[in-house]
């Protein structure tokens, strides 16, 4: 047979596949912000100056902060220096209007009311100073006009900003309140987070905070973790009443879900949070944990005692 040439293949260029597609973040456009959270003072006149202090610290770094409010978590006196007067009262509110640069949101603790001698009175003392206290500040932020509050209980309130939910909710820290049969707050709250949340299931939320004054309702958070589980979004939640640092994930196996209780407010400083935002900018910009007293939960959410203990 004739012999035949070796058929050589023709070289044929490799295919090369097409750029990823970067997809547009879920939530573009929002800026990074910061919000501090403080509770348990002033319990003495040494707790008054420094509270003091703390709000003419925020008010000097103004300028170049891009914090949008404070949170109270709860017991602004002690029963053992002052009385639940009226005066008593309006002495922390008048701080706070006049010092803080920021809007002031305030949740009742256990000294506040259920210490005291005629707790209804106090409770009326404590809603005439507090309820709706943020609006004091509606002339200089946009923010007092978003934040509602549950018809029933009108110390609960909750806010959207950059698609993260507030919420806060009257969690007393007493004996007598951490009895969930003892009053209706335990249901109330529960229905303030089933209406809050349920409405943003459909994963228009990037995180959420809970505030309260202590770390009482058992059981409340894992009915929270039903609907929040499943978003796997960083959940926080901040209270006081207990004076000293402590931050852990309680609930197993809801990895996102983390209990911060902060300092006594005339120990340390206000703790800041930090919401990472998700502009260009605030991506590219570095956001980690600088230093010990900074917590990074998940990459978006900062914690800082900024510097803890004085």
Not at 27 to 49: A, H, L, R
Not at 50 to 68: H, V
Not at 75 to 93: E, G, M, P, S
Not at 235 to 247: A, R
Request: hydrophobic content about 35%; some cysteine; proline content about 9%.
């Amino acid at each position: 047979p004739s012999a035949r040439p070796t058929r050589v293949p023709s070289a044929r260029p490799t295919p090369v596949p097409p750029p990823p597609t970067i997809p547009p973040p879920t939530f573009p456009g929002m800026d990074t912000f910061s919000f501090y959270v403080m509770g348990d003072v002033p319990y003495t006149e040494s707790d008054e100056k420094q509270l003091r202090k703390q709000l003419e610290d925020i008010d000097e770094e103004m300028p170049t902060d891009d914090a949008l409010f404070i949170v109270h978590v709860g017991d602004i006196f002690t029963r053992r220096r002052q009385k639940c007067i009226r005066k008593t009262y309006q002495n922390v509110a008048d701080t706070f209007t006049e010092l803080s640069p920021l809007p002031v949101i305030v949740l009742p603790g256990d000294n506040d009311i259920f210490d005291c001698e005629d707790p209804e009175d106090a409770q009326a003392l404590w809603e005439n100073s507090f309820i709706g206290f943020e609006q004091n500040w509606n002339t200089r932020s946009n923010l007092p006009s978003s934040i509602i509050r549950q018809d029933k209980r009108k110390e609960n309130f909750a806010f959207v900003h950059a698609n993260v939910l507030f919420l806060g909710l009257n969690i007393i820290g007493t004996t007598s309140a951490s009895d969930r049969t003892s009053d209706d707050r335990y249901d109330d709250c529960l229905e303030w987070i089933q209406q809050k949340v349920g409405a943003h299931t459909d994963g228009s939320l990037r995180s959420v905070v809970f505030f309260g004054h202590a770390d009482r309702f058992e059981g409340l958070f894992e009915e929270a973790e039903e609907m929040l589980a499943p978003l796997s979004i960083p959940t926080l939640y901040i209270h006081g009443n207990g004076h000293k640092w402590e931050m852990e994930n309680p609930i197993k196996g809801w990895d996102e879900y983390l209990r911060v209780q902060v300092d006594k407010g005339g120990d340390a400083p206000p703790i800041k949070v930090t919401i990472r935002g998700t502009t260009p900018v605030a991506r590219s910009s570095p956001f980690f944990a600088s230093d010990q007293f900074q917590h990074m939960h998940g990459t978006d959410v900062k914690i800082d005692r900024r510097g803890g203990l004085y």
